[in-house]
């Protein structure tokens, strides 16, 4: 079975980057009585962990926002391999060794992304101005890149017959249909009882269930679940554990077996499965197969985005302020990833199957997708990914009283 993206499916895509849920500071409290104050607490260092209060789902933070270093970096680094696997795709059915790095990547920086994902999504509810954030930082984009990669599709593969269809997510936007549906659903799992293994069965029904179908790419929606729901529930000293200097010492040996186990795997089985599109019939595997792969791949997922949380940095970085621009990376790229293959230069050019070759394609990769997320490309493309879009919602009943109350005169 081949490995490589297929131009005219529409789930040949894997992956993408991650938008913070909106977490609008609570209005002032009224001051205490001195008699009832409550002292203040001895001072300390702030939790390097702590994550930073944000608007909302959209990359860009008001003023007097403060953002979080360490979730900035991971988004960004995370983005970079996003973009280094598309790249390495079309090179593994030539290269055992681009092979087995795609399986290593693919093995984690897609829960890493969702995991943060549902960290940041802690404080969701069905508060007004949070559903409208999720609208027009996830439903609007993603119909609005569903329609731009429809477009491009007819144009470049010169397939006039492509549909668009806002129910069958084509390439990266089934993300963002995914993120809409696992946020609808967070104040469901604040109620259950241990809800991780909960996520964990719904998955593995999943992967049994080949009935399904295509709508809303429900599989990925579904298989993936379990990195969300981890995410709603771990805390800032979770993340502080990984940090430890001792766990990135031990992250290179995993990640070295990580490597060596993937390479030694690469001819013996499919990467499909590290992107949870198909069920184990429609791979051709009893059920039963596909309950133990959704569990080993559950087990070495959270592993190694440990691992890769414990190496990146805590502190501001050259890159840091690209980790709010990691939506318009992810979805932009995707023009360039997909053109690639309709136009064939992976197969023009011959020389870039060797090892000369694939060190350019990741270097171009990484430099592509670092430059769609600096904030020109952010400034020009904001229209589509963060529209205000005032004109389309009624005004909060208690935003209007917040304002009359506070209006001269009154």
């Not at 996830?138 to 990669?149: L, M, N, R, S």
């Not at 992967?207 to 800032?236: E, K, N």
């Not at 554990?241 to 499919?270: D, G, I, K, Q, S």
Request: charged content about 20%; proline content about 10%.
């Amino acid at each position: 079975m081949t490995h490589s993206v297929q131009p005219h499916g529409r789930h040949r895509a894997p992956l993408p980057p991650v938008q913070e849920a909106p977490a609008t500071a609570p209005g002032p409290r009224p001051a205490r009585s001195p008699r009832h104050a409550v002292p203040p607490p001895a001072p300390h260092a702030p939790h390097p962990a702590a994550p930073a209060r944000r608007p909302g789902p959209g990359p860009a933070s008001r003023p007097g926002k403060q953002r979080d270093a360490f979730f900035d970096n991971a988004k960004y680094l995370a983005i970079v391999l996003v973009a280094l696997g598309h790249a390495w795709e079309p090179l593994t059915d030539h290269s055992r060794t681009a092979e087995a790095l795609y399986m290593t990547v693919y093995t984690f920086h897609m829960p890493a992304f969702i995991l943060i994902s549902g960290y940041f999504s802690r404080g969701f509810d069905m508060r007004p101005d949070r559903l409208k954030r999720l609208v027009t930082g996830v439903a609007v984009p993603y119909i609005v890149f569903e329609v731009a990669y429809t477009f491009f599709k007819r144009w470049a593969d010169d397939d006039p017959s492509q549909p668009i269809s806002l129910l069958d997510p084509w390439y990266l936007t089934w993300f963002l249909i995914a993120l809409f549906v696992w946020r609808m659903t967070v104040p469901l799992w604040k109620v259950v009882r241990r809800p991780v293994p909960l996520a964990l069965c719904v998955a593995v029904l999943a992967v049994t269930s080949p009935d399904i179908g295509d709508d809303l790419d429900l599989q990925r929606v579904l298989q993936f679940l379990p990195f969300f729901v981890l995410g709603l529930f771990l805390r800032p000293e979770h993340f502080q554990l990984v940090r430890r200097r001792e766990v990135r010492l031990l992250a290179v040996p995993v990640f070295a077996c990580a490597v060596a186990l993937a390479y030694w795997a690469a001819p013996r089985m499919t990467s499909v499965w590290f992107y949870r599109r198909d069920s184990a019939q429609e791979l051709g595997v009893p059920w039963w197969v596909g309950v133990v792969m959704t569990l080993a791949l559950f087990g070495c997922s959270v592993l190694l985005t440990a691992c890769f949380f414990a190496w990146v940095p805590r502190r501001t970085m050259w890159f840091t302020v690209l980790g709010a621009g990691t939506l318009y990376g992810y979805l932009l790229h995707g023009f360039l990833a997909k053109g690639s293959r309709f136009w064939g230069w992976f197969d023009d050019y011959a020389w870039l199957h060797r090892p000369l070759g694939e060190v350019f394609v990741s270097v171009v990769a990484a430099v592509v997708v670092t430059a769609l997320c600096t904030p020109p490309v952010r400034r020009v493309f904001r229209f589509a990914m963060e529209p205000r879009m005032e004109w389309a919602f009624r005004r909060d009943a208690a935003e209007l009283a917040r304002e009359r109350a506070g209006s001269p005169g009154r």
